[in-house]
């Protein structure tokens, strides 16, 4: 395993062109983690998260990953504020589709004039005319499909969006989708310790879509000491790096999008795409199995509670 130091380390990460025309650093960064507790209210240090945002442009990132949901509309204020007017290899992918009722509460909301509304404002808070990757948060089982991704459509044809992608969906969803509109990106959870959607990112990979798995770094009791992980952390890396690089190199479609809201996190997860792991390496970390009970402990807390209406 070894590792270079560079002014810009998300560059080591590689390229995907998103579409075949929209080129990003494959390591990026995700915002989750910026508003409040429970991804509600205003961050607990505002001035921390505007340096988070401007230091991971300085790193390389050229992919920001956030949605109308977080916090609502925080964190896509927060990007106006650190980084606008945007660099011109800056793409910035919001999503729309869960709505927050009150802290604590994602619920799926696909009505057309919804995502319409949603839309408009991720533009006004952004501050742009168009969004490069405007994803779908969750397929609404109350709305036909058809209709949620036919105003996603009409929306791109009024030159309001780029590019169409979606979040936590089957291959089978993702073959409809497809049937309706051009889709260049899928973003369910994926990393060491939960690989449930490995059938999603191998139809991604066979049909050239970027497979954005969010909550990259669960690795969870992987981590333990004398775990699966602890002996290459030993070598040089932390758990989390080796986490980023095993996904960097399980897929050229992978774009993982950590999230922090510490600068000094971000620079540690931003350098792990300057880690070359052997062969055996990642066979060490690809065999790496996890019961159900194990490796989720502990983060599966900290992810959102969709309610399903």
Do not use: C
Not at 242 to 270: D, F, K, Q, Y
């Amino acid at each position: 395993m070894t590792a270079d130091a560079q002014p810009r380390p998300a560059a080591a990460s590689g390229t995907f062109a998103l579409g075949g025309d929209l080129p990003v650093q494959r390591l990026g960064y995700g915002t989750m983690q910026l508003p409040g507790p429970g991804v509600w209210g205003d961050p607990k240090d505002p001035d921390e998260a505007v340096r988070v945002l401007r230091r991971a442009v300085e790193l390389g990132i050229t992919l920001i990953d956030t949605a109308d949901s977080y916090g609502p509309f925080v964190a896509e204020t927060l990007i106006r504020q650190a980084l606008h007017p945007y660099p011109d290899d800056l793409v910035i992918a919001t999503k729309a589709g869960l709505a927050r009722p009150r802290p604590g509460e994602w619920v799926p909301n696909g009505r057309p004039e919804y995502l319409r509304q949603q839309l408009e404002l991720s533009l006004r808070h952004l501050g742009v005319e168009r969004i490069d990757l405007f994803q779908l948060h969750r397929i609404d089982p109350q709305v036909p499909l058809a209709d949620q991704l036919g105003e996603l459509a009409a929306l791109r044809q009024e030159g309001k969006i780029r590019h169409i992608g979606l979040s936590e969906v089957t291959v089978g969803q993702l073959e409809k989708a497809r049937k309706i509109v051009d889709i260049v990106s899928v973003q369910n959870q994926y990393n060491l310790a939960n690989r449930s959607a490995e059938d999603v990112l191998d139809y991604a990979e066979a049909n050239n879509i970027a497979f954005i798995p969010w909550f990259p770094m669960a690795t969870g009791d992987l981590a333990r000491p004398g775990g699966p992980l602890d002996a290459l952390v030993r070598a040089g890396a932390g758990p989390s790096q080796l986490a980023l690089a095993w996904l960097l190199r399980r897929s050229p479609v992978i774009l993982p999008i950590p999230g922090t809201s510490s600068v000094a996190h971000l620079e540690e997860n931003t350098a792990a795409a300057t880690i070359t792991l052997t062969d055996d390496e990642f066979a060490a970390l690809s065999a790496v199995s996890t019961p159900a009970s194990g490796g989720a402990r502990g983060w599966r807390s900290l992810l959102p509670k969709v309610s399903r209406g």
